[in-house]
């Protein structure tokens, strides 16, 4: 296994059966795609190409991968109602997530408010690959960027292999034994403790939950999962959404939703599709399995009731 930091997480390059010698140049080639990325992507870096879009007045054309990521984010957009939306950036600018987190880095006695605005706000002339900006729309690709780089960097191993980059993971292939990847789920409420274990084939695995990138504004809390129908941090009756999907893009934007729509809902909306399988953690600390998820180990999982 091999690991290196990028988009402010630590990122796991494993491939059971090979020596870290072995393993060293593509585990060096996934590095570089995780800087490339940043660079186009970041929303922190004031020179990336995201951050020159949210700065263009006018009609701007961009690179294929900025357009087609941009392109998606659009139809997840349309997908999800509205609750997975990157047009949020300005929201989370004004609650205080306007540079890369850390702990108490984000802390401030007052927060101000943004308009709710919507990637649908965008026109997209897929031709010149030219993207216009209102006024009040910042994007934030965040954790889709993460989870698309994810994808791009298993696409590049053979046989078992795996990258996880902060709990984004795509796991390919059998697992080190044979018989699937076994992914924990932790306790919202106690990171040392595992609420679930899962076994994963071929899937990619995401988790939404506000526990781990939060700030004090004032006396209250704030956190990076914002509500795109109030411009403001969710309130749901979830701790954490964990979802399985095909795509570590797919199911990093299913677990934002999953977490914003609340348990009953987010079960509806999940639950028959097929490829889909989530893990859901609500404030009672109960745990429900929606889905196609293959549980190996648990704590009193129930088997949630669309």
Known sequence: MHTFRAM????AVIAPGRSDRALAPLAAEIAALFAASERRFSRFDPD???????RATAPMAVSRELFLAVRRARSYAIATHGLFDPGVGAALIASGYDRSFAPGALDRPTAGAAAPASVLQ?????????VVRPPGVTIDLGGMA???TVDRAAALGTGAFAVDAGGDAMLRGDGPDGDGWIVDVEDPRDPARVIASLRVRDRAVATSAPNRR???VGGAIAHHLIDPRTGRAAASDLLQATVVAPTAELADVLAKTAFLLGARAATRFLDGRVGLGAVLVDRGGGVALVGEVELVTDVGCEVADA
């Not at 990336?48 to 949210?54: A, F, G, I, Q, V």
């Not at 965008?122 to 030219?130: P, Q, S």
Request: hydrophobic share 40%.
């Open 8 to 11: 402010n997480t630590d990122v």
């Open 48 to 54: 990336s190409e995201l951050s020159r879009l949210n």
């Open 122 to 130: 965008l026109e997209l002339d897929a031709a010149t690959r030219t």
């Open 146 to 148: 993460k989870g698309l």
């Open 214 to 216: 939060w700030w004090r």
